[in-house]
């Protein structure tokens, strides 16, 4: 499972979102000023940075500063390695304050020769943090800034200015793409990252929605058998509970051995398969991993209740005492094995209802439907007088879980009492 309390946000594409969503995507943006946490890497990386500088600058100093080279006043004596140390510090604050920094490197660079290389290094650091909009023209800038420099204080033994102007445009457009191009590539990296780290948590997500799907199923099929079974046990149980009653009472005679015998037969049997049928459910229940998915698709490609069934489950409700009826199609068989059987579990929650909630009435159950028409399923009983609709016994979990079904096959299920009487009603597309 993904941890999504640790998972990133979900990933969104830099370059079609403006605003707000791209800065948040943005693996180097943070608020001007934000406090920023050096890694150990960070740390190394700073540190060979701010010696390189410090190195450059030590050398233009030395090379050019020193033998006066440019044959600069002394007011530009001094401010040139004062610069160029600014310049060479400001590399340790050039992640919280790359704009500013920037911005400092371009005024170093317009009279600074030994801000050099802290000026290159800092043009790099505003490209990788904050793009080509803020690099370029800061850049520019100070190519423009620099212009009545060397104008001024080029010396004539290196020749016309210009081809040192172009190799400082060509040099700063180098160092400003090395910048955007790391850039692209670590925002790359994140969107790989993000989409991966959303993949994740989708899959998750489809496998708790499935696994949540899998135990509605089986809750369904556990209500559907398991409730059947158990009426029947309390028919029975009831039956022999009360005429031991009357026979205590005197008003009837002892039920013989072989009625005895019977009723403890039908009550065994049906206790047997319901904890044979509860077994296997909470044997799904309490495996979760692959060799439990394999064991569940095995058990769910077990036979199922289909129509030819039917009959048989009309006469154990008869042996219960029930008085049913029935009216079954004869070509039931051709229907798909899902649609037989959602037909078996609503004729069997109906008898189920009636055995439980209109004990002793007649049940009346209709099966018919023809090949490319419809298949509709009646169950009816008498309702105890007084009771409506909304006032239905049992009307819940059973039926709701019978509505699903006929849902699934693109069908309708309704209840209602009318003239005294509860119908149950499927209607559901015959479909090859």
Not at 7 to 27: C, I, Q, T, Y
Not at 87 to 112: D, K, N, Q
Request: charged share 20%; hydrophobic share 45%; proline share 7%.
């Amino acid at each position: 499972m993904v941890d999504t309390a640790r998972a990133p946000a979900p990933p969104v594409d830099r370059w079609m979102l403006p605003g707000e969503l791209a800065r948040a995507a943005d693996p180097d943006h943070r608020p001007a000023g934000a406090s920023v946490r050096r890694t150990p890497r960070d740390w190394g990386v700073d540190l060979v940075m701010f010696l390189v500088a410090v190195l450059v600058g030590a050398s233009e100093h030395t090379l050019v500063m020193l033998p006066d080279m440019f044959g600069l006043p002394i007011w530009l004596r001094i401010a040139d390695p004062l610069l160029g140390a600014v310049a060479c510090l400001a590399l340790w604050w050039r992640r919280r304050f790359p704009v500013a920094t920037g911005i400092l490197a371009a005024v170093a660079a317009s009279m600074s020769n030994t801000a050099t290389g802290a000026v290159f290094l800092l043009l790099f650091s505003l490209a990788l943090h904050r793009g080509w909009k803020y690099a370029v023209p800061i850049s520019f800038g100070m190519v423009l800034l620099g212009l009545p420099y060397m104008a001024t204080y080029f010396p004539p033994v290196f020749g016309p200015p210009a081809p040192w102007i172009i190799v400082i445009l060509l040099g700063t457009a180098l160092v400003v793409t090395a910048g955007l191009g790391v850039r692209a590539r670590r925002q790359l990296v994140l969107a790989l990252r993000l989409r991966a780290d959303a993949e994740r948590r989708e899959h998750a997500r489809q496998l708790e929605e499935s696994r949540h799907a899998e135990r509605q199923r089986i809750a369904r099929e556990m209500h559907d058998v398991l409730a059947h079974r158990i009426s029947l046990l309390s028919v029975h149980a009831g039956a022999l509970e009360y005429r031991t009653a009357m026979a205590e009472g005197g008003t009837a005679p002892p039920p013989t051995a072989a009625e005895v015998y019977s009723a403890v037969s039908v009550v065994r049997s049906n206790a047997n398969q319901a904890l044979e049928e509860l077994r296997e459910v909470l044997h799904l229940l309490r495996h979760e991993d692959a060799t439990a998915d394999v064991e569940r698709e095995e058990i769910r490609a077990a036979p199922q209740p289909t129509t030819d069934r039917l009959p048989a489950l009309v006469d154990e409700a008869r042996r219960s005492g029930q008085q049913v009826h029935t009216d079954l199609a004869d070509d039931l068989a051709a229907l798909r094995p899902q649609l037989q059987r959602t037909v078996y579990r609503m004729v069997q929650e109906g008898l189920t209802n009636a055995r439980k909630h209109a004990p002793g009435a007649a049940v009346d159950v209709l099966v018919r439907g023809e090949p490319g028409g419809e298949v509709v399923v009646e169950v009816g009983n008498p309702v105890p007088v007084g009771v409506t609709t909304s006032e239905i016994p049992g009307a819940g979990s059973g039926l709701t879980g019978l509505a699903e079904r006929v849902a699934l096959h693109g069908g309708e299920l309704t209840r209602e009492i009318t003239d005294g009487r509860f119908r149950l009603r499927a209607s559901m597309p015959w479909l090859q």
